[in-house]
């Protein structure tokens, strides 16, 4: 049957009907479509690269905090609440989130792992961030892990950033680079790169990945990375100074994943501190917090 406009002598006019595309200009919508753009960036707080100044004469603390996990039925919660109030009793700590805050499986992201979670993830970012706020003034960056990336992966909520806006801290997105100007007078920079996590994991070796992504991303003094849940931490002289590359530990016992793959048994609850000089380029690594209160003379 053909279609016609004209029907047992009637004749139908169709007033102002739009036909495909006549009405578009594409030198006009890029120039709105661009400006959209610019304002969506604009509100974005990601960043990859930060520089923040901390005045003081004195030698200071970095804390690298990753894999808390808070949620986990196998999560180590007592020790992770007592080595946050040991952060908060030594003068001159500042911290750095490196991810995986929350266990935080959804039902569209690795569901079987709901059966293994205690809170609700609603419960679960609110437990983060009243852990958070015990540090809060102290935080430097938040990142995101693979677990937040949940979230995102879901309805695009961005813990990192939420994170980053309450404890009024950049948000490093999945990583980046700090340029940390320390000192009063004449101020020594260090710079510390972290991620979640990297490429070129060494079961042999493992600062490995640490050390790759200073070959292949950037230059820094001080590296970080999550994800691995067996800490390490090496001060080495490499390529003409020294440096310190960091695994942090994790708050989590073998979950029925880790048992799959061969791990089995209880988290280690580390967290490493690099202590940085402000009048002379100087860094002192320490393999966990309870290192620093001990030699400080703090009761743990």
């Known amino acids: 049957m053909q279609n016609n406009s004209k029907s047992a002598g009637v004749h139908i006019d169709f007033k102002k009907m739009k036909k495909d595309h006549q009405n578009f200009k594409l030198p006009k919508f890029l120039r709105v479509l661009t400006q959209f753009q610019r304002q969506i960036q604009n509100i974005d707080t ?6 923040v100044a901390i005045s003081t004469d004195q030698p200071i603390y970095i804390a690298f905090i990753g894999d808390l996990h808070l949620g986990a039925v196998t999560g180590r919660y007592q020790v992770a609440y007592k080595k946050f109030q040991l952060m908060r009793e030594i003068p001159a700590l500042y911290a750095i989130n490196l991810g995986d805050t929350v266990d935080n499986f959804l039902p569209n992201a690795h569901p079987s792992g709901q059966f293994e979670n205690l809170l609700s993830p609603k419960f679960q970012k609110l437990l983060v961030e009243e852990f958070f706020n015990i540090l809060k003034g102290r935080w430097l960056a938040m990142i995101n892990g693979d677990h937040e990336n949940f979230s995102m992966i879901s309805d695009d909520f961005n813990f990192a ?17 700090i340029h940390l100007r320390l000192g009063k007078r004449k101020r020594i920079q260090y710079d510390i790169a972290v991620r979640h996590r990297y490429r070129f994991n060494s079961s042999f070796n493992l600062t490995h990945t640490v050390k790759r992504m200073r ?8 590296g970080a990375i999550a994800h691995g849940h067996q800490p390490a931490v090496e001060h080495a002289f490499v390529a003409g100074k020294d440096r310190i590359f960091i695994r942090t530990g994790a708050f989590k016992d073998a979950d029925r994943y880790a048992q799959k793959l061969g791990w ?8 490493p501190v690099v202590k940085l000089y402000p009048k002379k380029r100087r860094m002192q690594a320490y393999f966990d917090v309870s290192f620093v209160a001990e030699e400080l003379g703090i009761s743990y």
């Not at 990601?46 to 520089?51: F, G, L, P, V």
């Open 264 to 271: 089995n048994g209880p988290a280690h609850c580390i967290i």
């Open 46 to 51: 990601q960043m990859s690269e930060i520089t």
């Open 215 to 222: 070959e292949q991303v950037c230059d820094f003094d001080v």
């Open 161 to 177: 950033e939420y994170l980053a806006n309450k404890m009024n801290c950049p948000n490093l997105g999945f990583g980046g680079v």
